[in-house]
């Protein structure tokens, strides 16, 4: 059971509503947004196992090639280009699609590994925590997502997904059963939370709405829902002391007041996205 | 000596102007010092996901041009056409016949280092 946590628009509460939802939940945390992971500077997991994420890119053998260009040519991400005296190679933008070594008639072209990103894992108190971190100047997420998603256990895992409705938020649901789409009351957070709710319909997945900083009473993000037909399955106050244990890297579900409010939006998800 | 000068342009006639971004424009006005010709070509790099600025040199680079005049060149497209052996001279937005003049009349200055990548998105 996989439960994707995703927000259209950012800093609206995914790792505040994943940290606190998978300890209410008994479930692995799995950090995915790997551009900016921060689940675990609240979660401080003892990490015992860190891994390379690697990719391949084309070495090509100058003895060999006859700068025909077909390799340029098949190329779809344009990471091949054809100079004056040479293939030229601009690795940064190769998806390891294995097109140009398969066109080259004359086996000029080898690939290699380079490291762009590693994979975490540890264990804070029962849960186990995973995180993918992709490397400073690395334009390509996917790579560390897809690595850190294949090997998931068949337990419960709540997955912190990046920011957005791009290819990387769309790798993170091909994993899901479910979804929880954090939002804040703000014109902002509408827009977007329309666009990651269009984007949770294409995969069928039953989902449901956390509202983040909500004022208490009505407001543009119900009125939404409620037009929509969306449930609404969790409600975290608009409150000074939240923001304050946040900056701090306090766990909320560990303080009396706010453990009850996790609880109880594990269990309306349980129920709700009929879940058992 | 016989050049062919390619300018990023948003339009195909000689009163368009200069368009600044290089991987982005519309077109390329390929004009030929020797003959006079000029041809139009759609930029193909305008159109693709990532790596924009590298599709428009490979093309420019196809048509064998020797010279670039565009508002500025990202980091890639810098590179390739640097091992092309195709110079680039930097001009601000304004039309194409008054941008060959200047050119012509040695005024623009030569692109000697990359600027930001992502500029012209």
Known sequence: MNIAVLSGKGGTGKTTVSVNLALALNANYIDADVEEPNGFLFLEPQIYKVKDVLVEYPIIDKDKCTLCGECVRVCQFNALAKAKEEIVLFQKLCHSCGACQISCKFGAIEYSNREIGKIEKGKYKNIGCSRGILNVGEPMAVPVIKELLRDLTCKVNVIDCPPGTSCNVINVLRYADVAVLVTEPSEFGLHDLKMAVELVKTFKIPFGIVINKDDGGENIIKVYCKKEGIKIIGLIPYEREIAFMYSKGKILYEDVKYKELFDELASRLKEELKWN | ?121
């Open chain 2, 1 to 121: 000596m016989m050049m062919k000068i390619a300018i990023s342009s948003v339009g195909s006639s000689m009163d368009s102007m200069l368009d600044v971004r290089f991987g982005r424009c519309k077109y390329f006005q390929i004009h030929d010092t020797d003959s006079g010709k000029v041809k139009v070509i759609e930029n193909k790099g305008q159109l693709s996901g990532g790596g924009a600025g590298i599709a428009a040199a490979q093309q420019l680079i196809n048509e064998r041009i020797d010279i670039i005049i565009t508002g500025s060149l990202g980091p890639n497209a810098f590179e390739l056409i640097n091992k092309a052996g195709i110079k680039a001279y930097k001009c601000e937005a304004m039309p194409i016949n008054i941008v060959l003049e200047k050119f012509k009349n040695s005024k623009l200055e030569e692109i000697k280092v990359a600027g930001k990548a992502h500029h012209g998105m």
